[in-house]
């Protein structure tokens, strides 16, 4: 399809290509106390799809996440680019080119390791669906108005620059197309219950050694719908899974807690009270 050879055209003149990925230089990339986190965690991946599901249901809700990024899927064009920015191990695009076999997924991370491992989980997949994208979410190495959709997942709530994080995903979608990010929800109850703990409870600021944190908020969907225009709207989602209470079971692939879970999500107050993520959702206009 046109798009996708102008994509990768694009990618092959203006980064190197090694080991299946396409690299740019990363000096710019400020966070790379975190990198290498993210590097070695990559590097302690187990080996088996199953066992990666298992290890991925410690820290996201499979079956809720499977069906968000449905929906959103769902929305794309036929003969669509999407981005993801953050895919990490890639364990969310299983079955893509089966499902949308009309599809680019461009996978973007500043890990390597982490593409790596990806390419391992992804291995059934067709060469044609997927690319692998060393990169920044705070500079997009993409054409203006070249991407359909653009998908995000905990990762912008670690950037260092938000604001400039958002201004590039506006710059590269097309008009009409979608933009969803998740990020930690600000959990009223989480936070009563740690504050009784004498936990802390981190709702912007260094969350772990090297990582830093900014929960979504007000504030970040105002800048949202500065950019974007008024119509951003939230959504709740990963009632049930709260791995910071040790309610992880929830999270398994398959679980039937999780297809609960999905029942659960959107904007209700119970949702907004209890739920791990808060994610925005807008589209560019035409």
């Known amino acids: 399809m046109e798009s996708h ?3 990768r055209e694009h990618l092959e003149a203006t980064s190197s290509y ?3 990925i396409f690299r740019f230089n990363s000096s710019n990339i400020t966070q ?10 990559a590097l302690r991946a187990p080996e088996g799809n199953d066992a ?11 079956v809720v996440m499977k069906r968000e990024i449905r929906r959103f899927v769902d929305s794309i064009p036929c003969g669509g680019v999407i981005l993801d920015v ?23 991370d500043f890990s390597e390791q982490s593409l790596l491992t990806a390419r391992k989980v992804l291995r059934n997949e067709s060469p044609k669906s997927i690319l692998y ?9 993409f054409e203006d108005e070249s991407i359909n959709g653009y998908w995000s997942v905990q990762t912008l709530q670690h950037v260092d620059d938000f604001n400039k994080a958002i201004s590039e995903a506006y710059r ?17 109850t989480i936070r009563f219950l740690y504050k009784k703990l004498g936990r802390r409870y981190v709702i912007d600021g260094e969350y772990a050694e090297g990582i830093n944190l900014s929960r979504a908020s007000s504030d970040q969907l105002a800048f949202i719908q500065h950019v974007f225009g008024p119509e951003v709207y939230a959504r709740f989602t ?44 807008a589209v560019k206009i035409e």
């Open 32 to 41: 790379q106390r975190e990198v290498e986190i993210r590097d070695a965690g």
């Open 18 to 20: 090694v080991d299946g």
């Open 238 to 281: 990963e009632v049930l899974f709260s791995p910071e209470i040790f309610l992880k079971f929830p999270g398994r692939h398959k679980s039937i807690v999780g297809k609960i879970d999905n029942l659960l999500s959107g904007n209700s107050m119970l949702a907004r009270s209890f739920a791990r993520q808060c994610s925005f959702h």
């Open 172 to 188: 590269v979608l097309i008009g009409g197309s979608p933009f969803a990010s998740y990020s930690l929800n600000i959990q009223p």
């Open 5 to 7: 050879h102008q994509i």
């Open 52 to 62: 990666i599901l298992r290890e991925v249901s410690g820290h996201h809700s499979i």
């Open 133 to 141: 994208i060393n990169g920044s979410a705070e500079d997009l190495k």
């Open 86 to 108: 953050g895919a990490g191990w890639g364990w969310q695009w299983i079955g893509i080119s089966t499902y949308r076999p009309d599809l680019l997924v461009c996978m973007l």
